[in-house]
């Protein structure tokens, strides 16, 4: 039983189960008689040739420490994204935030046990191999002559004041725990650096990864059969001289790893697309490459993600035109123009009675009052705000106790303390 309640503790605080650790190449190793460590993965050793027996070798998980079969030690100290809630997207040891240009950004992350650990935080541009490089940059304070709209790293915070169109997504930010034996502030800040594909797959608890993505620009809507272009000149503000542009369809997103992504062989400027297919209706990341300043290589530059919208509010057989269309359920018409139906004020939704109800296009979402979770539908429960781990949901005072209400919680000083709870003064 205290076994059990140990190993629970040290994987939920890593943050990384073991159980979601991504080793695509297992078989490998298993062929050659390996059996890796269960926090290890079968790796290659780019030295050998891919296929060959010797290049396979299991190796523990980034940022674990061991032979990679018979031990892998869970790092000393880890690292977490401090607010969680603040992300729009979370996955192993990654945040995601939807931002616009010219927004100020935080990133924040926390070393639980090991609040002053000294931490390094890193600019990651992304290339395209095997043309161009990856290159990590270290961020370091701005110098007094140095603009003050850089990136400022200060212990576990990092704050963007300005966000560039080439802070986004594939481009990264990341935080990581300094390493003591050697120190990599005062080497040269820019190095070319790829991320093996094992650590994309199977983030370190040492670091955490943060990815701005842009806002998503609607084209269409369209029905099967139609075809549509997009000109990326009309998107961007001023004419970048673009080098070259790479187009990816998004498949099922899972934060950092992004591994269903799918390039696509267009490498101009302009995506079109004929006769579309119920497959082609989707997200398309148009990312650009070119130069920039302080970076020796050509990078990622710029990005721009496509909503290629299907019109779900009919049904057409063979062509578009009057006659062969019928609108489809939670729509209104005669097949030709078809308006959606706004369930929530014609009294057709089914929402809890202390939930609200929201009209999407052809359906509607019931959403519970603040404080409760659930579908709004058929439950809606109290969110226990003290046993939440992001400071953002419970911000009682250390020398408070945190007591959960329905729908909210109270902070109350403990005894000996007086104040509102949120701040704790000892008494004198
Ligand atoms: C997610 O992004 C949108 C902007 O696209 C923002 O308005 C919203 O507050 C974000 N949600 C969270 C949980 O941060
Ligand atoms: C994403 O993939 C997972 C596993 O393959 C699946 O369970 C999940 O439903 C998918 N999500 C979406 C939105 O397609
Ligand atoms: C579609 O149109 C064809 C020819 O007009 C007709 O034979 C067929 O039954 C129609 N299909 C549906 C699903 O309405
Ligand atoms: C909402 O309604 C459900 C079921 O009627 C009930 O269990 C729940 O306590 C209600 N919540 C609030 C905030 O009133």
Not at 43 to 63: I, N, S
Not at 220 to 246: E, T
Request: aromatic residues 8%; contains cysteine; proline residues 7%.
């Amino acid at each position: 039983m205290h076994v059990l309640t140990l190993a629970y503790i040290t994987f939920f605080s890593v943050g990384l189960s073991v159980g979601l650790k991504n080793d695509p190449d297992a078989q490998r190793c298993l062929a050659v008689g390996l059996e890796c460590h269960e926090s290890a993965v079968c790796a290659r050793d780019p030295v050998y040739p891919p296929g060959t027996e010797q290049a396979y070798y299991c190796r523990c998980l980034p940022g674990w420490q061991g032979d990679g079969i018979n031990n892998c030690e869970v790092p000393p100290i880890v690292l977490a994204v401090a607010h969680p809630s603040r992300c729009n997207e979370t996955g192993a040891q990654s945040c995601f935030m939807n931002k616009l240009p010219g927004q100020e950004v935080q990133f924040q992350v926390k070393s639980p046990g090991a609040p002053n650990v000294p931490i390094q935080w890193f600019k990651f541009y992304v290339g395209e191999p095997p043309n161009f490089n990856s290159y990590r940059k270290l961020l370091k304070p701005p110098q007094k002559e140095e603009p003050e709209d850089r990136p400022i790293p200060e212990g576990g915070t990092l704050t963007i004041p300005h966000i560039e169109e080439d802070d986004f997504y594939e481009n990264l930010y990341w935080a990581e725990v300094q390493p003591t034996e050697q120190s990599t502030l005062g080497t040269s800040p820019v190095v070319a650096f790829d991320l093996a594909e094992d650590e994309r797959l199977n983030p370190s608890p040492t670091r955490v990864y943060f990815g701005l993505e842009t806002n998503l620009i609607v084209v269409g809507a369209f029905l099967p059969g139609d075809s549509m272009i997009i000109k990326l000149q009309n998107y961007i503000p001023k004419p970048h001289k673009l080098h070259h542009v790479r187009w990816k369809k998004e498949g099922n997103l899972t934060a950092f790893t992004r591994q269903h992504e799918q390039l696509l062989e267009t490498t101009g400027p302009t995506l079109s697309l004929s006769h579309m297919k119920e497959k082609d209706f989707g997200v398309y990341r148009a990312e650009m490459f070119g130069r920039k300043e302080g970076v020796p290589g050509m990078e990622l530059i710029a990005t721009r993600r496509f909503h290629v919208k299907k019109d779900i509010s009919k049904t057409c057989n063979g062509t578009r035109s009057a006659g062969h269309c019928r609108c489809n359920p939670g729509f209104l018409g005669n097949g030709e123009h078809c308006a959606d139906i706004d369930e929530c004020s014609a009294e057709l939704a089914d929402c809890l009675p202390n939930a609200s109800c929201r009209n999407t296009e052809g359906s509607y979402q019931c959403e519970c009052p603040t404080g409760y979770r659930g579908d709004g539908r058929t439950s809606c429960e109290d969110i226990d705000e003290c046993a939440e781990e992001d400071e953002d949901v419970t911000s009682c005072h250390d020398d408070a106790e945190c007591a959960n209400t329905l729908g909210s919680f109270l902070c109350e000083c403990k005894a000996g303390y007086m104040g509102d709870g949120k701040d704790c003064l000892g008494e004198e």
